[in-house]
Structures are given as C-alpha cells and as structure tokens.
C-alpha cells in the first residue's frame, strides 16, 4: 500500500497511509511499521488525513505496533481521521482507550 | 402500522452476489456494498460488519482457496438492512468465539471481526453448522 514517511527529528517519524487499510494490503503496513521499529523511533504518529477506511486486519497491525512500541516505552499517535466511517469504528471499539488519537 | 409495514416491505431491495475467494476481489467489494447502502452512521458500521464477515467466510472457511465461493444476499429497504453470508467450508464454533470477551487491547493481531460484528449489528448469528452468518442492523438516520 502506498504511504509517505515524514521523519521529524531522531525521535520522531510520521507516518501517512493513502486508500483503503484493509485484509489485501495490510501487511504491507505491518512490514512499513516494522521497518520503524528496527529504527528506534520514540514517537511514530500515524497521520489518517488520506485515510478512507480500516477493516479489523488493519487494526491488528496498528495494536500489535503500539504493544511493541510500548513495551520500549515509546508510543503511537493517530491524528487527523477524516473519514467518518473510520470516526465511527474507533469510537465503537474504544480505541481512544488503548491508543492516542489527537483531535 | 400495518400499512407503514406494507409500503417498507414494498421498498426491500435484494441483491445476490458470489465472490470468489480472493484478497482483492474481497477487498474491493466494500466499495460495492457502500454505494447501495443509504448514508448514515448504520449503514457505515454495517458495512465494515460485513467486509469482517466476508473476510472470515473467504479466509477461515473457504481457506482462500479462490475457487470456492463466499455466497452474499443482501436486503435493505429504509427500516433495515440484512445479509446472508455462506461459505464452503467446514463452519466453526461460533458460540463459543462469541464467548469471548471483547478486548480490543488483546495480543493477537488477529480476531477482533467477529467481536466488531457483533458489537456493531442488532442481531448477528450463524447456522447451526458455522459457514452462514446472519447479519441485521436497523437504520437510524
């Protein structure tokens, strides 16, 4: 899946995902955050302004990166949801509650 | 009531589709389904119930294995919107996954679709078997 990758300082990397997050093209994704991982970035922010939607495989990947980014106490932000759709499934699930989704 | 009752049964659409058991041909259905369902927050959290069920249909019961198919009828007029989801596989326990509880937060990647589904729906079971899921969410505009 197409994406752009910002890096914002040697902390700090932003990332945008483009289209459909879903069961055809999220590993792609998981490959992409992996790859951030092994970088040691302390904040990964992922930008969800070209963002249309995420199906649950989708999600799987962000909750498995935000465990791992945790669990060397760094963390994971969405910001800018655009699409109503994916505002609906977020507030559905709570996700709020397990990850940082800035207003 | 009984002629309110009338006229929505007069509106049910159906429609039937057979998708075969690929990645993207999967994939691109969402956009197939969004199109035909009227705007608002049910008709969005319907959908994404649906991509997870056809997904789990095409992956867990027909293996991926793209010659078997994922069976769909979907029926919506302007009260509700239903769907039928078959596969050719085995089926599985479903009452017992449905068990489970929600934790979004869980360690596995995977397994949160059917959890979604039936937080998002109104009425979500399977046949006795597990390779036919039911689908029912009223519309509320």
Not at chain 1, 86 to 101: Q, R, T, Y
Not at chain 2, 72 to 79: P, V
Not at chain 2, 128 to 140: H, P, S, T
Request: aromatic share 10%; proline share 1%; charged share 30%.
């Amino acid at each position: 899946m197409e994406s752009r990758t910002n890096i914002v300082d040697s902390d700090e990397v932003v990332i945008s995902p483009v289209g459909n997050i879903d069961f055809s093209n999220s590993q792609d994704l998981k490959d992409q955050l992996l790859e951030l991982f092994e970088q040691d970035y302390q904040k990964v922010v992922m930008d969800f302004s070209e963002v249309e939607s995420i199906d649950s495989s989708g999600l799987g990947k962000l909750l498995l990166f935000h465990k791992k980014l945790k669990e060397k106490e760094g963390t994971l932000v969405i910001r800018n949801v655009e699409s109503d759709y994916i505002k609906n499934m977020f507030e559905m699930i709570h996700l709020n509650k397990v990850i940082e989704i800035e207003d | 009531m009984a002629n309110k009752n009338d006229e929505a049964h007069k509106q049910l659409k159906r429609y039937h589709f057979e998708l075969e058991s690929k990645k993207l041909d999967i994939c691109e259905f969402q956009a197939v389904i969004y199109k035909l369902l009227p705007n608002s927050v049910s008709s969005d959290i319907f959908a994404m119930a649906l991509h997870e069920i056809i997904v789990n249909a095409a992956e867990h019961g027909n293996q991926m294995q793209a010659e078997k198919k994922v069976i769909i009828d979907l029926k919506l007029n302007s009260q509700f919107i239903a769907a039928e989801v078959k596969d050719q596989g085995a089926g599985f326990d479903w009452q017992q996954r449905l068990k489970e509880n929600f934790d979004i937060s869980g360690d596995s990647e995977r397994g949160r679709g059917i959890m979604m589904t039936a937080r998002g729906c109104d009425k979500f079971y399977y046949n006795q078997r597990g390779n036919k899921a039911y689908l029912f969410k009223k519309i509320n505009f």
